[in-house]
């Protein structure tokens, strides 16, 4: 580069094959470094493959926690209306209801609530068409049906199967969920397995239910128990294991409970 006045040089460079050579390899190693800075630091990380199944996990795992929370949040709200109207006198104290029996009030209530013409339709058609499923002994013993409680909400992944020796219905739910009792009846076992899960077993004359892989109990060993009462709690890491006994005979609970 001259100086067009004086024509006296005021800088210059070379240009060469290995310097371009050079400075196009530093260029792209440069823009591969910012791109992956601007994938790794940042959120549009979870638009590409890949990504996203982890943030739909999250959000999964953060939708239930919230239900969680909100159910929670219901029950102490009932608690405390309950003891605010004792305090005022408004209710005598020996008529207040345990959080467990509020929640299966609330929880029929919510039912009541959801339930509508069609699906009172589509239930007396099933029950027409599958009566025999819906008998807790039948073609076993005479005694009389008796109708269980819906244990936990989930999704079955693994129907009992006698043949394979596999009397235990699998049952995945979300993290925190309640195990609920499936009847009136009491605990007789809770009994901690080697991967610090609990199987808690439950007695409801004439037959006996029997819960594995709960990651915290609610009860203690012989505490009685309502149809619908809480009686140990899911991390969501482990499936629930449901097994239905009467008198030593394998009951099928697919057969005997309304999922």
Known sequence: MLDDT?????????????????????????????LSALIVLTPIRNILPGYNASLRQQLVDEAARVDSLQADLTLQRQYLNVIRQVMTGDIQTDSVQSLDSLQRVERERILEQQRSEATEAFKSEYELKERDRLMLFDNLSNRTVQQLYRPVRG??????????????????????????????????????????????????????????????????????????????????????ELEIWDAGVFVDPEKVIVW
């Open 6 to 34: 004086t024509l006296r040089e005021v800088f210059h460079f070379r240009v060469s094959l290995v310097g371009a050579i050079g400075v196009i390899t530093v260029g792209v190693v440069t823009f591969i470094l910012l």
């Open 155 to 240: 999704a079955i992944v693994q129907s009992a199967n006698p043949d394979e020796h596999r009397y235990y219905t699998t049952i995945r739910t979300a993290k925190n969920e309640h195990v609920l009792s499936a009847t009136r009846g009491h605990i007789v076992l809770i009994e901690r397995a080697e991967d610090y899960s609990y199987t808690i077993a439950v007695q409801h004359p004439p037959f006996m239910t029997i819960y594995r892989h709960i990651a915290k109990p609610l009860k203690t060993q012989g505490a009685q128990l309502e149809a619908g009462d809480a009686i140990g709690m899911m991390d969501g890491r482990k499936d629930l």
